[in-house]
């Protein structure tokens, strides 16, 4: 992946600051891309910005193609006369730092349907906008939508238990569910329509003031999905709709019983006889909202851990072969990239994709980066065992992404508090400092490195402990939550962080 030298920041839209419980896609993102210009930085990365649900993870979401509409800004429906003063007078007190999905969820969707009343009442202003929306995505939106009022008028429940003629997608039942629920399928269409109109607006003038987005694909969806109700053949599935087999990872030094995700996994024979038409389908999709992409455990795509669905821990699973660079070859004709040179001399379009190598890597994810010449993730949190680890600067060649930590990870501060006294003092020499502001020295290694990328989240840049840590993978709830405060851009700090994009030429 051919790009200039660049900094930039991790920060989920959710975390930005602002009055109505959750960071949304409304000034303050305006905001933090002005601070981040005037920063020096070039990259913003985000998570993935599906719609999410049960526990909240952006990882888990109801459509691999949807957008999350708790990010739909009040303000600018206010602003496009969706919404009135009066109908944003009623907010619940919505903490400053922390998400509260229990008590935001409910009043974001009393808002969104306000917004849809007021929309059905005068659409004139937005029809040839929203009819073209709607022709330009009809491959994924139609399901989507038909699957959330599905879902909705079945309490919310799994499509596992809806009626057998709905889990088959028996097309009598489709027809009359259409019919039944047209209003609602409108309405999930609407919020739709609107979020994407006001992510296109923030990616828009990200470009213009020269940052990039970094965007985000988990390789698994959610079973709960309507790309897994609508797609059944393209995963390992019994005749009743449950998953045969699911993904995780196998028992390591982090986890005795390994990691049971429970994603159902892939038919790849059955993707490769379609030309894999459902993942080009997807990565087009996707890269109209970002410029480069993160792909989030990247070595499933070598090869990927099946575990039995009827197993309550991963320890009983096998490796399976993935579909490898056949896979990545249909993407590159798809999207016909530029042409580069990969790992072994022969051209290949460079796809503009971040592969997150974490955990075990095997020869064979190597030699799938290196073909086509994707860039790896170097987490510094982790590089202090010794000189010989390879997430050390020293180590690194300039194909790749440094980061000081990342969502999964505790803060930079954090890190330190807690972490082993050798790798401590391991830290300090090697930084050559006495740990006194060290999420700012790991910044510094990071931005100081030859990695063509190098990316802080926000925390770190904040300086702040671990109780502003994203996400704990072990952990079920209490994730997802963390906020900045509307002070927290300060000129000071784009000042700060300027002086490393000037002094290491990001």
């Known amino acids: ?61 109801f459509s691999a193609f949807a957008g999350n509409p708790y990010l739909i800004s009040p303000d600018f429906l206010l ?8 109908d944003l007078a009623d907010k619940p007190g919505f903490s400053a730092s ?24 005068n659409p004139a202003p937005f029809r040839a906008e929203f009819d073209s929306f709607c022709a330009g995505n009809a491959h994924w939106l139609n399901d989507y939508a038909l699957f959330m009022a599905l879902k909705e008028s079945h309490g919310g429940g799994a499509w596992s238990g809806w009626p057998e003629s709905l889990k088959k997608r028996d097309q009598a039942a489709l027809d009359s569910a259409r019919k039944s629920l047209a ?3 409108l309405r999930f269409t609407f919020y739709q329509f609107v979020f994407y109109r006001q992510w296109f607006a923030v990616r828009e003038y990200a470009n213009q003031k020269g940052i990039r987005i970094i965007g985000d694909i988990p390789i698994f969806v959610a079973y709960d ?7 059944s053949e393209l995963f390992f599935l019994d005749e009743q709709g449950n998953p045969t087999v699911v993904a995780g990872v196998p028992p390591d030094g982090f986890s005795a019983t390994g990691q049971l995700w429970g994603n159902p996994l892939y038919r790849w024979e059955v993707h490769k006889q379609t030309g894999y038409a459902w993942w080009i389908k997807r990565m087009k ?69 971040i592969a ?11 030699a799938l980066l290196d073909e086509f010449h994707l860039p790896g993730m170097k987490v510094l949190q982790f590089g202090f065992s010794g000189p010989d680890n390879p997430f050390l600067p020293h180590n690194y060649i300039p194909n790749c992404v440094a980061y000081t930590g990342t969502h999964d ?14 790798e401590r003092e391991f830290a300090l020499r090697y930084l050559r400092t006495d740990g006194s502001d060290f999420a700012w020295d790991l910044i510094r290694a990071a931005w100081s490195s030859v990695a063509m990328f190098a990316i802080a989240p926000m925390q770190d840049v904040l300086n702040l402990g671990g109780e502003a840590r994203m996400n704990f993978p072990s952990k079920l709830g209490g994730n997802w939550e963390w906020r900045m405060k509307e002070d927290d851009m300060s000129d000071s700090l784009a000042e700060k962080l300027h002086g490393l994009n000037y002094l290491y030429k990001r």
């Not at 792909?295 to 072969?321: N, Q």
């Not at 997150?356 to 190597?366: M, N």
Request: aromatic share 12%.
């Open 79 to 86: 602003r496009d006369g969706l919404l009135t003063d009066s």
């Open 183 to 185: 209003s609602d399928i």
């Open 225 to 231: 999905s309507a790309d897994v109700w609508a797609n």
């Open 285 to 353: 999709s996707t890269f109209k909202l970002f410029d480069i992409l993160r792909l989030d455990h990247f070595r499933g795509f070598a090869g990927y851990y099946e575990i039995p669905a009827a197993d309550k821990t991963a320890e009983h699973g096998r490796w399976v072969a993935g579909p490898g660079a056949d896979l990545f070859a249909a993407i590159d004709s798809a999207l016909g990239g530029e042409s580069g040179s990969g790992g072994n001399g022969i051209p290949r379009p460079q796809l503009p994709i």
């Open 409 to 422: 990870n505790d803060t930079a501060r954090g890190w330190f508090a807690s972490a082993p006294k050798h």
């Open 1 to 61: 992946m051919n790009f200039p030298r660049s900094g930039g920041i991790l920060l989920h839209p959710t975390s930005l600051p602002g009055p109505y419980g959750i960071g949304d896609l409304g000034p303050q993102a305006y905001r933090f891309i002005d601070w981040l210009s005037n920063s020096g930085g070039k990259l913003w990365q985000i998570l993935p910005l599906g719609p999410t649900g049960y526990g909240d993870s952006p990882y888990q979401c």
């Open 356 to 366: 997150e190598d974490l955990g075990l890597i095997t020869p064979d994810v190597i």
């Open 98 to 121: 922390r998400v509260d999905f229990g008590l935001l969820i409910p009043h974001k969707l009393s808002l969104l349907s306000r917004a849809f009343d007021r929309y059905q009442s």
